[in-house]
C-alpha cells in the first residue's frame, strides 16, 4: 500500500470515527464527516468504500445528500430527540444559569433549524434512491 493510499484510508477511518461520534455528539457534524469518508475512500479502498455505502446505520446519510440533499422526517426527529437529550443532561450538570439558558438557547436554534430544512418526500432513504451493492468480500 503506498503512502497516498495510507494517509487516504487513514483519514477516511478517522472521519469515520468522528462521524459515528457525531451521531451522539450534538456539535460534531456527522454527514460531512461521513461524505469526506465517502470520498477518501472512493480514491483509496474500493472494499471501504463500498463498506461504508452499504453500511445500515451510515449509509443512509450519504445517499441522502447524494440523492436530494434532503434530511426525512424519520432523521430530523431522531437528530433532534438526541439534541434534547444531551443539552438536557448538559442543563442539568452545568450550575451557573447564564450557561444553562445559553445550552437551552443553542439547542432551540438547532431544533428550529433542522426543522426548517426541506424535508424529503416519499419513503425512507433505505427504500428509494439507496443502490442495491453487495457488502464486501474479505
Not at 456527522?30 to 455505502?53: D, G, V
Request: glycine share 8%; with cysteine.
Amino acid at each position: 500500500m503506498d503512502f497516498k493510499r495510507t494517509v487516504y484510508v487513514s483519514g477516511g477511518l478517522l472521519s469515520v470515527g468522528l462521524g459515528t461520534a457525531g451521531l451522539f455528539l450534538p456539535l460534531l457534524p456527522t454527514t460531512p464527516l461521513l461524505l469526506l469518508a465517502a470520498f477518501l475512500f472512493a480514491r483509496s479502498s474500493e472494499r471501504w468504500h463500498r463498506w461504508l455505502l452499504t453500511h445500515k446505520r451510515l449509509g443512509p446519510y450519504i445517499h441522502a445528500f447524494r440523492g436530494r440533499a434532503r434530511l426525512t422526517r424519520q432523521q430530523k426527529f431522531q437528530m433532534c430527540v438526541s439534541f434534547t437529550v444531551l443539552f438536557g443532561i448538559s442543563i442539568y450538570l452545568v450550575p451557573i444559569l447564564a450557561v444553562r439558558l445559553a445550552l437551552a438557547a443553542w439547542c432551540a436554534f438547532w431544533i428550529v433549524f433542522i426543522y426548517r430544512i426541506k424535508s424529503a418526500s416519499g419513503p425512507p432513504d433505505n427504500e428509494v434512491g439507496t443502490p442495491q451493492l453487495e457488502a464486501p468480500a474479505e
